[in-house]
């Protein structure tokens, strides 16, 4: 994220049919229509009752976002068609469907997107519906069966007639027309999606090691050309840092909207493979855009691009396997918004004439420092896994403990980068101590501990960090 600025006796139930994939079926019947209709069908029927779950935060958002009051008319069906029971819990975001003895084949609800955007104030959080575009977040729309979150998905989307339908599942350009289907891996994959539609959607992809689709509403001027060559820079220079290629295509959704009163238009949002950014007219890119957006832009894309590794595919414990039902606690928040942060920075500066990349992360690094020296004491005060907690909740909604965490985390990372290319006298640096946690993320598949980022560094780089581990970690001041 950044600123611009139990039931056990069910879930063996549910485990052993975990094979067949889950249909998920979203339509957008016409334009000017309020709500997306949603429904899912299970080849594998569990036995009822089942819990239909709809998220109360996302992976990065570090907020709760009450999705589940935009649901509406939730129904359930059993093997024959029959209408079955469903029931409200009195707290959380989850309904109870069917009585035992029944089978839970069908379930169909719908959202309604128009409300969500009239009450979700934040522009990033929310889907959008315009009379000739439709933006649709995968967790503000999609719920999950509980116990399903592991299985397969087959989705299929249904756009009004003539309507281009993209998703990030499968970016495809030119879109498919009203129709499109994809397979998401799990439910998490569905979640961290977008669908977009529409004719007002205009779709640009450009070649790389990593193929980018530009996938932009804009309701004012826009650059598109440009734009997409500040995305294309980005991702070169981010993908060139990492080394790897984990997606084939990264997509970009740019929404550039004008302001709705008491709404906010200055936070992104990164995804597995994509990035939503849902910014105010203003600050399109234009013939008249000031140097300074477009080094704003390039920052900001780089630095949601360098999420897809750092935390996506390199995370601390709590952020997968992922707590949907209320934001969970983090102790890591200064590792993927710090080193993200820091790697999107060291990626950007590699990429410039020499003693302007040092001057660029020179800048970059002294507003990180201006963030940590004029927190308040109490801020100050906190160990560094405090500050994440707090941020766990609190990021965007008071963001001295979003911009503090990744201040800290930021300048830890910049520091160890600094002692390993000095000890290994210039044949190491930071991003082969994070390439070594992205390996071993993805090989064990698990979160890492704290603990272990210091050894495993050594063991990538030669180089002993340990104490500048300690020393950030620690409260600024007493
Ligand atoms: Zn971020």
Same mark, same amino acid.
Request: glycine share 6%.
């Given at each position: ?86 029931? $409200? ?147 070169? $220079? ?106 999107? !920075? ?32 109490? !801020? ?35 520091? !160890?980068?600094?002692? !390993? ?58």
């Amino acid at each position: 994220m950044k600123r611009w600025g139990v039931l056990a006796v069910f879930l063996c139930a549910l485990a052993a049919n975990a094979e067949s994939p889950l249909k998920y079926g979203l339509s957008y019947r016409s334009e000017g229509v309020n709500v997306v209709q949603v429904r899912i069908d299970l080849p594998s029927p569990p036995s009822a009752p089942v819990s239909f779950v709809m998220p109360r935060n996302y992976p990065g958002g570090y907020e709760f976002v009450p999705y589940d009051s935009f649901v509406e008319d939730v129904r359930a069906f059993s093997d024959e068609g029959k209408p079955m029971a469903v029931k $409200r819990a009195p707290d959380g975001p989850r309904w109870l469907l069917g009585n035992a003895g029944e089978n839970v084949v069908r379930v169909e609800y719908s959202i309604d997107v128009v409300r969500m955007e009239k009450q979700i104030l934040s522009s990033v959080d929310t889907s959008k519906v315009r009379p000739h575009y439709v933006g649709l977040l995968g967790y503000s729309v999609f719920a999950y069966i509980d116990g399903l979150e592991d299985t397969k998905i087959a989705l299929h989307v249904e756009g009004p007639p003539g309507w281009p339908v993209f998703t990030t599942l499968a970016p495809a350009i030119p879109a498919p027309l009203q129709t499109a289907s994809v397979f998401a891996a799990n439910y998490y994959a569905l979640a961290d999606s977008e669908i977009l539609m529409g004719p007002d959607l205009q779709l640009r992809q450009s070649d790389g090691t990593i193929a980018l689709a530009m996938a932009v509403y804009a309701e004012g001027e826009e650059d598109l050309s440009q734009e997409s060559q500040l995305a294309r820079t980005a991702l070169d $220079r981010v993908q060139h840092y990492f080394g790897d290629v984990p997606f084939p295509t990264y997509t970009v959704q740019l929404e550039l909207l004008k302001p709705l009163p008491g709404h906010d238009y200055s936070f992104a949002q990164e995804h597995l493979n994509s990035g939503t950014f849902s910014l105010a007219t203003d600050e399109a890119i234009t013939a008249h855009t000031t140097p300074q957006l477009i080094r704003r832009r390039l920052v900001g894309y780089a630095h949601h691009m360098a999420h897809s590794w750092i935390p996506k595919r390199a995370y601390g414990e709590g952020y997968i396997p992922f707590l949907w039902e209320m934001p969970p606690v983090i102790d890591t928040i200064w590792f993927n918004e710090g080193f993200g942060r820091y790697a999107a !920075i060291a990626a950007l500066a590699d990429g410039m004439p020499a003693h302007e990349g040092q001057e660029f992360r020179q800048d970059q690094l002294d507003g990180l420092r201006n963030i940590v020296s004029e927190a308040p004491a109490f !801020i100050r005060r906190m160990p560094l896994v405090v500050l994440s907690r707090e941020a766990s909740f609190l990021y965007s909604q008071d963001f001295r403990t979003g911009m503090n965490t990744f201040a800290r985390g930021a300048l830890m990372a910049a520091q !160890i980068d600094d002692r !390993i290319r000095e000890q290994s006298r210039g044949k190491k640096d930071l991003r082969d101590a994070l390439r070594a946690v992205l390996l071993q993320t993805q090989k064990e598949h698990r979160p890492f501990k704290i603990e272990e980022l210091a050894p495993l560094f050594q063991q990538a780089t030669g180089v002993d960090v340990s104490e500048i581990f300690q020393h950030w970690l620690q409260p600024l001041e007493h």
